[in-house]
């Protein structure tokens, strides 16, 4: 059996816009220029798409699961209406104070999607806008791609810190890291 090319990404800053106050709703869901026709591209080049994201507003009493629901409701109607898919969402409801292994960077949330596809994530890229992204997935052998959108707009024109892993890759936006991605797999074939 051949196994499924998987991408993994964060949500927040990453497909859609962040809030310092947290996106609470459906109507505060709002996507990020081009992201979804990104995410298209990787569907129509057969590509898997999941999402790994801290959630810790649910935690927070911010908004109900029928909030989050709502919002990736709209997110994978979107995607429909542009061709895309998002396979599985994956998050984290808990803060910080609960010290759980899904809430990133413990890589709670990257194990449970190892069981769900039943496959190892060695060398799968992971795409955040922050270094706790990239780190949750790194502790399974991920590929960490920072995105310059979100939280990642503060590192445009600088060095990544020491907190990112040593490999991390530097994209734009998502769109950005699709057209790396699909380039070097064609250079591969």
């Known amino acids: 059996m051949t196994p499924i090319k998987l991408v993994i990404l964060d949500r927040d800053g990453t497909i859609n816009h962040d809030s310092e106050d947290y996106v609470k709703s459906a109507d505060e869901w709002k ?4 992201a979804l026709e990104a995410i298209a591209r990787l569907n129509q080049a057969g590509w898997h798409v999941v999402v790994a994201s801290n959630q810790s507003g649910l935690g927070r009493g911010m908004y109900e699961v029928s909030d989050l629901n709502a919002m990736h409701t709209k997110m994978h109607q979107l995607l429909a209406a542009v061709g895309g898919r998002i396979d599985a969402v994956f998050y984290c409801p808990h803060t910080p104070m609960d010290q759980c292994s899904c809430r990133k960077p413990a890589p709670g949330l990257f194990e449970q999607i190892a069981d769900r596809y039943s496959m190892d994530l060695r060398n ?4 955040g806008d922050t270094a706790r992204d990239l780190v949750a997935g ?12 979100g939280k990642g707009a503060a590192y445009k024109g600088r060095n990544l810190p020491e907190t990112f892993p040593a490999h991390t890759r530097v994209h734009e936006n998502l769109s950005a890291f699709v057209d790396f991605l699909l380039v070097r797999e064609e250079e591969r074939a």
Do not use: I, R, S
Request: proline share 20%; net charge negative; hydrophobic share 45%.
């Open 31 to 34: 996507p990020l220029p081009g």
């Open 124 to 127: 799968v890229p992971t795409v």
């Open 138 to 149: 790194l502790a399974v052998g991920c590929e960490p791609h920072l995105v310059l959108t």
